[in-house]
C-alpha cells in the first residue's frame, strides 16, 4: 500500500495557483521582450535621421575647407553675416548658390529633378524595387532639418585672440518624425589662414 501512494504522489501534475503563477511569469517575460523590440524598431527608424544629420554637418565642413584650400574665398570671408558670407542662426537647407559652397547667405531652393520636389534639399531612396536609380525612387524632403554654422576667432592658451585660426561648429538639428522630440548634431574644427 505504502508504495502505490508513493508512486501516486510523484506523478500529481500541478496545481491551479501554480499554473497561474507560470502563466504570470511567462506574461511578463512576453511583455518585456515586446517593448525591446519596439525600442529596437524605433531606433532603427531613427538611424537614417541621425545618418543624414551627420553627413550634412560634414559635408558643410568640408565645403568650408575646400573652398578655404583652392582659394575660392579667403580667410577673412570665413566668417558669419555680415562680416562674412556664412549665414547666421538657424537656416533650413537649402542647395548651393551661385558660389557652390552650403550655409552661405546665397543659397537658394533647390529645382525639382527626379523624385525631388522645387524647395529644400531633398535625398533620392531606392523605390519598392530596392535598386537605387530606377523610375520608382522616391524622393526624401529634408524641410524639417535645420543647419547652424557658428564661426568664431580661436582663442590662444593666454586667452587673447587668434587672428590666423578660426572655430567653426556645424551643428544640425531634426525633429523626429511623428514626435515633438528634436535631435542635434555637432561637428567642430578649427581652420587656419596657412593652406
Same mark, same amino acid.
Given at each position: 500500500?505504502?508504495?502505490?501512494?508513493?508512486?501516486?504522489?510523484?506523478?500529481?501534475?500541478?496545481?491551479?495557483?501554480e499554473t497561474m503563477i507560470a502563466i504570470a511569469i511567462l506574461g511578463i517575460g512576453i511583455v518585456t521582450l515586446?517593448?525591446?523590440?519596439?525600442?529596437?524598431?524605433?531606433?532603427?527608424?531613427?538611424?537614417?535621421?541621425?545618418?543624414?544629420?551627420?553627413?550634412?554637418?560634414?559635408?558643410?565642413?568640408?565645403?568650408?575647407?575646400?573652398?578655404?584650400?583652392?582659394?575660392?574665398?579667403?580667410?577673412?570671408?570665413?566668417?558669419?553675416?555680415?562680416?562674412?558670407?556664412? %549665414?547666421?542662426?538657424?537656416?533650413?537647407? +537649402?542647395?548651393?548658390?551661385?558660389?557652390?559652397?552650403?550655409?552661405?547667405?546665397?543659397?537658394?531652393?533647390?529645382a525639382a529633378s527626379g523624385p525631388c520636389a522645387a524647395g529644400p534639399q531633398c535625398i533620392v531612396l531606392p523605390g519598392p524595387d !530596392?535598386? +537605387?536609380?530606377?523610375?520608382?525612387?522616391? !524622393?526624401?524632403?529634408?524641410?524639417?532639418?535645420?543647419?547652424?554654422?557658428?564661426?568664431?576667432?580661436?582663442?590662444?592658451?593666454?586667452? %587673447?585672440?587668434?587672428?590666423?585660426?578660426?572655430?567653426?561648429?556645424? %551643428?544640425?538639428?531634426?525633429?523626429?518624425?511623428?514626435? !515633438?522630440?528634436?535631435? %542635434?548634431?555637432?561637428?567642430?574644427?578649427?581652420?587656419?589662414?596657412?593652406?
Amino acid at each position: 500500500m505504502r508504495k502505490s501512494e508513493s508512486q501516486w504522489s510523484a506523478q500529481r501534475g500541478f496545481t491551479l495557483i501554480e499554473t497561474m503563477i507560470a502563466i504570470a511569469i511567462l506574461g511578463i517575460g512576453i511583455v518585456t521582450l515586446i517593448a525591446a523590440f519596439g525600442s529596437a524598431v524605433a531606433a532603427t527608424q531613427n538611424a537614417e535621421e541621425n545618418m543624414i544629420a551627420r553627413q550634412t554637418a560634414l559635408e558643410a565642413l568640408e565645403s568650408i575647407y575646400t573652398a578655404r584650400n583652392t582659394a575660392q574665398i579667403t580667410f577673412s570671408q570665413i566668417a558669419n553675416f555680415p562680416s562674412g558670407i556664412f %549665414t547666421s542662426g538657424s537656416t533650413q537647407l +537649402l542647395c548651393a548658390g551661385p558660389d557652390g559652397l552650403q550655409g552661405t547667405t546665397d543659397d537658394i531652393n533647390c529645382a525639382a529633378s527626379g523624385p525631388c520636389a522645387a524647395g529644400p534639399q531633398c535625398i533620392v531612396l531606392p523605390g519598392p524595387d !530596392g535598386v +537605387l536609380g530606377t523610375p520608382d525612387d522616391v !524622393g526624401m524632403s529634408l524641410s524639417n532639418f535645420k543647419r547652424t554654422i557658428a564661426i568664431t576667432n580661436a582663442l590662444n592658451p593666454d586667452g %587673447t585672440i587668434n587672428n590666423t585660426l578660426k572655430q567653426i561648429t556645424v %551643428t544640425v538639428t531634426y525633429q523626429i518624425p511623428g514626435s !515633438g522630440n528634436t535631435r %542635434t548634431y555637432t561637428v567642430q574644427a578649427l581652420v587656419s589662414a596657412y593652406r
